[in-house]
C-alpha cells in the first residue's frame, strides 16, 4: 500500500509498503504540509529505487552529511559542504551531471566568481562527495569541466615595503600585520587565535583547524612577540578591533572584518595601483584623477612570509612544514621570487633571529640606502 501519514505525539510518521518493501520513519516535523511533502518525496525515492536499485535512492544530502561524518573535516570545508547541501537537499546523487554542477556554481558563487573561487567553492568538494557516494556504489564516479585558473604571478612585498605597511597602519592593526609577516598566519587564522594558544615565552602560537583541517605551531621572530607583548589584554581573542571588541565570526568564510583597516594602510604607504578599465586604461575620478586600489591584499602577507623564509633558509621542505602546506608543489611558487640583495632587510622586520633559522643575515650599512623592489 502507498504511504500515509501517521501521528505519534506530536510527530508525523510515515508508514506503509512501496512494492514490497515497508517503512515506517519520521517525517521529523509537527507540520502536516511539511509531513506531507516528505512523504510524497519518500514514496517517489522507493518507487525509484526498486526500479532501479537502492543506489537511485540515495539523496545528496544523505551522502554529503554521510561524507563530513566519514572523516574530521576542516570547518571551511563544512561551510563548503552546508552551501551546496542547501541547494541540491533532497536531489539523487546520481542525477548531478556537469549541467547541475554549473547550476550550483551560478547560484552559490554567481558566474562572476573567480575561476579559483568556483573551483575552490563548488566543483572540488562536489566531486570529494560525489566520488565518496560513488566508492559506496550510490552512483557513478563524477567527472566535472571546471574552469582553469588564469596564470599569475604571487604578490610579495619587500621588507621595507611590509615596514611601510604596518607603519601605515592604525596602531590596533599593527601587531596583526607584525603577526600576517612573522607567522604566515591566513586571515582566518589570525582573527581566531586566543590567548590560550599563544606562547610569547616560547615565541610560538598554535594555529588551529587550518586551512588544511589540522593545527598548526607557528614560530614566532622577535619582533612579533614585542609586538604582540605591547597588546593590553590577556584573554580571549589576541586581535581585537579599535573599539577593543573581538572581531565578527563569519565562519571564516572571509576575512572582510579588516579590509577597510587594510586599505587605509595601503594607501598610507603607497601601496596602490590603478583601476583600469575593459580596454586596460586607468579609470578616472570625479576630480579626474585616476581611480586607485590597495596593490597587496591581506593574504599576500602570507606569500610574503613564505617568500622571506625560503629566502634565508632556500629549504623548500621546511617551508612546507612551517607553512602547513600539503604538498611541495605548493610552495615551489616561492623558490625564485626574491632578490638575494633583499635578504638582509628582513632582519628590519623579523628581528635578528628566527627560532626555526636562527640568526639571520646582518645588513651592511650602505645597503640600507637602497629603495624597496618596485
Not at 8 to 30: L, Q
Request: overall charge neutral; aromatic content about 8%; charged content about 25%.
Amino acid at each position: 500500500m502507498p504511504l500515509k501519514l501517521v501521528k505519534r505525539g506530536a510527530v508525523w510518521y510515515v508508514r506503509g509498503t512501496v512494492r514490497g518493501r515497508y517503512c515506517f520513519e519520521t517525517a521529523g516535523t509537527s507540520e502536516r504540509s511539511q509531513a506531507e511533502a516528505y512523504r510524497a518525496k519518500r514514496e517517489a525515492q522507493l518507487y525509484e529505487a526498486s526500479i532501479f536499485g537502492e543506489r537511485a535512492a540515495i539523496s545528496f544530502g544523505r551522502a554529503a552529511l554521510n561524507y563530513l561524518d566519514f572523516e574530521t573535516r576542516s570547518e571551511r570545508t563544512k561551510d563548503y559542504v552546508a552551501q551546496l547541501i542547501a541547494h541540491f537537499g533532497e536531489r539523487i546523487v546520481g542525477a548531478i551531471d556537469q549541467a547541475a554542477a554549473d547550476e550550483a556554481v551560478e547560484s552559490i558563487t554567481g558566474l562572476d566568481a573567480a575561476a579559483s573561487t568556483k573551483v575552490r567553492i563548488v566543483y572540488t568538494p562536489l566531486t570529494a562527495i560525489l566520488t565518496h557516494a560513488a566508492k559506496r556504489g550510490w552512483c557513478a564516479y563524477p567527472h566535472f569541466d571546471k574552469p582553469e585558473p588564469p596564470p599569475g604571478s604571487t604578490r610579495w612585498l619587500a621588507p621595507l615595503e611590509a615596514l611601510a605597511l604596518i607603519e601605515g597602519a592604525a596602531p590596533h592593526l599593527r601587531p596583526m600585520l607584525s603577526f600576517f609577516f612573522g607567522a604566515g598566519a591566513r586571515v582566518a587564522e589570525a582573527l581566531d587565535l586566543e590567548w590560550t594558544d599563544l606562547h610569547l615565552v616560547d615565541a610560538k602560537a598554535r594555529l588551529r583547524n587550518t586551512k588544511n583541517g589540522f593545527d598548526r605551531i607557528a614560530h614566532l621572530p622577535p619582533v612579533t612577540v614585542a609586538a604582540l607583548a605591547e597588546l593590553p589584554h590577556r584573554e580571549g581573542k589576541v586581535f581585537r578591533r579599535d573599539d577593543g571588541e573581538s572581531y565578527a565570526d563569519r565562519e571564516r568564510l572571509e576575512g572582510g572584518q579588516i579590509k577597510t583597516a587594510f586599505a587605509t594602510a595601503c594607501r598610507n604607504a603607497g601601496l596602490l595601483r590603478p583601476v583600469l578599465n575593459e580596454k586596460g586604461e586607468p579609470m578616472l575620478g570625479d576630480d579626474g584623477e585616476p581611480l586607485l586600489i590597495p596593490s597587496v591584499t591581506p593574504h599576500d602577507c602570507r606569500h610574503t612570509w613564505a617568500t622571506w623564509f625560503y629566502g634565508v633558509t632556500k629549504d623548500l621542505l621546511l617551508l612546507k612544514d612551517e607553512g602547513g602546506w600539503r604538498t611541495l608543489a605548493m610552495v615551489e611558487r616561492y623558490a625564485h621570487l626574491m632578490p638575494s640583495e633583499l635578504v638582509p632587510q628582513i632582519g628590519r622586520v623579523w628581528g635578528p633571529s628566527h627560532p626555526r633559522i636562527g640568526p639571520l643575515p646582518v645588513e651592511a650599512p650602505q645597503e640600507r640606502k637602497g629603495a624597496a623592489r618596485a
